[in-house]
């Protein structure tokens, strides 16, 4: 907090869709989520999915409603703000080795939301090279 505002938060026009999934939240695998925007869009989406994927695993389904009946919207939220507090963390691990061990070697940009850091190496343009040539070799 505080949050940087989405674009949905900013549409004005009626044309953003926003799409949200649990496995970060939940847990990785579950192939689960939510997406919030316009109704007529909306429709539209949900049109597709039921010709395409039908629906996610029913199961999965039944679990993240049980749990979110049994959790309620403040149990939901103390879970996310843990969450939350976890990938900050793991952020905050990832920049402090990177500032350790890669300045000087690579560029970064510390992340004002959200958890993933783009790292680009110096003098390297073509990093599957690199992988397969050194990296492989030393079983990284």
């Given amino acids: ?42 429709e539209r989406v949900v049109l597709h999915t039921q010709v395409s994927t039908l629906h996610p695993s029913t199961f999965t389904q039944l679990v993240v409603s049980q749990l979110l009946h049994q959790w309620g919207q403040e149990g939901f939220l103390a879970h996310i703000e843990r969450v939350i507090d976890y990938y900050r963390k793991q952020k905050d691990a990832l920049l402090k080795a990177a500032d350790k061990w890669l300045s000087g070697l690579a560029e970064w940009h ?25 990296a492989i070799k030393k079983e990284v």
């Fill in 1 to 42: 907090k505080p949050w940087v505002p989405t674009f949905l938060s900013m549409d004005i026009d009626g044309r953003v869709i926003r799409a949200d999934s649990f496995s970060k939240v939940l847990s990785s695998g579950l192939r689960i989520g939510f997406i919030t925007g316009p109704k007529p869009l909306i």
């Fill in 110 to 134: 510390a992340p004002t939301a959200g958890m993933f850091v783009w790292i680009k190496i110096k003098g390297i343009s073509d990093a599957k090279k690199l992988i397969e040539e050194k």
